[in-house]
């Protein structure tokens, strides 16, 4: 029986330690739901606060739109407007006085060497020179006469040694082929020696003649390339050359008051029949071209109050402030004088930077 006992005290033993076992587990478990309780909680709170700071910290970073500097072409000018005409006109003067009977060409007419362009009568130069009191007669009535060939009227008031109107016709000739650019007299008219009947170009070249303001023409220059646009030929585009350059300057009345201009005569070198003579243009004439230029656009450029310039320059997600030199604008943009250089990132929307100057690029840019 001795085996009996031990092999119960063995087994009430073995049922304490699993009676003891089955407590410490059970306290174990209980204890290890604690942590988890408390570890999710910690997680909770760091998850929540995570949330919460980076809704602070993106609510103080800007998306922004940037810009890569790079070169570009720019192109000064200086603009004026001017009117139409043909270019290497001549005048036909009167040789004698003369009265006008027929013009039988118009402005914008070709004609060729020898065409006849005006029928008038050589009136004596002494009968010109008596007044109308001296003639008893008004001048409206010489004039009248001399329109309807009436000399008789005349012959009867004034010494007939001093009035000579020959009955015949003098021709006055195109002297070369040419276009009529001008005809500044009226069938009618009475015409004084080295009076201009017609104007006539050699060639159908035309031109366009400016009033440069003095504070300009210094920096034009002969042979610089023009620009040239004007309602009258609506979308389309001429090119032209600075053909000559006035050596003086004359006074003009402007919407600021006198100032001194100077003309400048511009050639047009692709002339056709849509730009007409008389048609007001618009002239850039090009001072100055430059290739490597820095050009940011407008929205891009900020001034501070004491006028100075300042771009916001993209570095590793942050909005860096520059000061820069602006210089002349342009349609794409402002051109940076210094401040910048080419490669770097400029801000497009430096408006949306907030104070953290921390920003962020949006989409289209990556």
Same mark, same amino acid.
């Given at each position: 029986?001795?085996?009996?006992?031990?092999?119960?005290?063995?087994?009430?033993?073995?049922?304490?330690?699993?009676?003891?076992?089955?407590?410490?587990?059970?306290?174990?478990?209980?204890?290890? =739901?604690?942590?988890?309780?408390?570890?999710?909680?910690?997680?909770?709170?760091?998850?929540?606060?995570?949330?919460?700071?980076?809704?602070?910290? /993106?609510?103080?970073?800007?998306?922004?739109?940037?810009?890569?500097?790079?070169?570009?072409?720019?192109?000064?000018?200086? #603009?004026?407007?001017?009117?139409?005409?043909?270019?290497?006109?001549?005048?036909?003067?009167?040789?004698?006085?003369? =009265?006008?009977?027929?013009?039988?060409?118009?402005?914008?007419?070709?004609?060729?060497?020898?065409?006849?362009?005006?029928?008038?009568?050589?009136?004596?130069?002494?009968?010109?020179?008596?007044?109308?009191?001296?003639?008893?007669?008004?001048?409206?009535?010489?004039?009248?006469?001399?329109?309807?060939?009436?000399?008789?009227?005349?012959?009867?008031?004034?010494?007939?040694?001093?009035?000579?109107?020959?009955?015949?016709?003098?021709?006055?000739?195109?002297?070369?082929?040419?276009?009529?650019?001008?005809?500044?007299?009226?069938?009618?008219?009475?015409?004084?020696?080295?009076?201009?009947?017609?104007? =006539?170009?050699?060639?159908?070249?035309?031109?366009?003649?400016?009033?440069?303001?003095?504070?300009?023409?210094?920096?034009?220059?002969?042979?610089?390339?023009?620009?040239?646009?004007?309602?009258?030929?609506?979308?389309?585009?001429?090119?032209?050359?600075?053909?000559?350059?006035?050596?003086?300057?004359?006074?003009?009345?402007?919407?600021?008051?006198?100032?001194?201009?100077?003309?400048?005569?511009?050639?047009?070198?692709?002339?056709?029949?849509?730009?007409?003579?008389?048609?007001?243009?618009?002239?850039?004439?090009?001072?100055?071209?430059?290739?490597?230029?820095? #050009?940011?656009?407008?929205?891009?450029?900020?001034?501070?109050?004491?006028?100075?310039?300042?771009?916001?320059?993209?570095? /590793?997600?942050?909005?860096?402030?520059?000061?820069?030199?602006?210089?002349?604008?342009?349609?794409?943009?402002?051109?940076?004088?210094?401040?910048?250089?080419?490669?770097?990132?400029?801000?497009?929307?430096?408006?949306?930077?907030?104070?953290?100057?921390?920003?962020?690029?949006?989409?289209?840019?990556?």
């Amino acid at each position: 029986m001795p085996y009996a006992k031990i092999i119960n005290n063995i087994l009430k033993n073995d049922n304490n330690t699993l009676e003891k076992d089955s407590k410490n587990k059970f306290y174990s478990g209980v204890r290890l =739901m604690n942590i988890k309780k408390i570890l999710f909680s910690v997680i909770a709170v760091f998850l929540l606060c995570t949330v919460i700071a980076d809704g602070y910290i /993106k609510s103080n970073i800007a998306n922004v739109d940037v810009f890569v500097i790079g070169y570009s072409k720019t192109e000064d000018s200086v #603009v004026s407007n001017g009117t139409v005409e043909y270019s290497n006109t001549n005048s036909i003067k009167s040789k004698e006085n003369y =009265m006008i009977e027929e013009i039988t060409v118009t402005p914008g007419d070709e004609v060729k060497a020898g065409d006849r362009l005006v029928i008038c009568k050589t009136i004596d130069s002494d009968m010109l020179a008596v007044s109308a009191s001296e003639a008893g007669l008004s001048n409206e009535q010489i004039i009248a006469a001399l329109k309807g060939s009436d000399y008789s009227l005349i012959s009867e008031s004034i010494d007939n040694t001093k009035l000579e109107v020959s009955n015949e016709d003098v021709v006055i000739c195109a002297e070369n082929d040419g276009i009529i650019t001008d005809m500044p007299i009226s069938e009618g008219d009475i015409i004084t020696k080295n009076q201009t009947l017609v104007k =006539m170009s050699q060639n159908s070249d035309k031109q366009i003649v400016l009033n440069i303001n003095e504070s300009e023409i210094s920096d034009i220059t002969k042979g610089q390339q023009v620009n040239i646009t004007g309602v009258g030929f609506k979308d389309k585009k001429y090119s032209g050359t600075v053909e000559s350059i006035s050596p003086y300057a004359e006074k003009a009345n402007t919407l600021l008051g006198k100032c001194a201009t100077v003309k400048v005569t511009v050639k047009i070198n692709d002339a056709d029949n849509d730009i007409k003579c008389g048609y007001t243009a618009k002239c850039s004439i090009i001072t100055n071209t430059d290739n490597t230029s820095l #050009v940011v656009p407008y929205d891009a450029v900020l001034y501070n109050n004491d006028g100075s310039a300042y771009v916001y320059v993209y570095d /590793k997600g942050y909005a860096r402030k520059r000061v820069v030199e602006a210089g002349n604008e342009y349609s794409e943009g402002i051109k940076i004088i210094s401040g910048i250089k080419k490669g770097e990132i400029v801000i497009n929307t430096p408006r949306e930077i907030t104070e953290s100057g921390r920003v962020l690029l949006n989409k289209k840019h990556l």
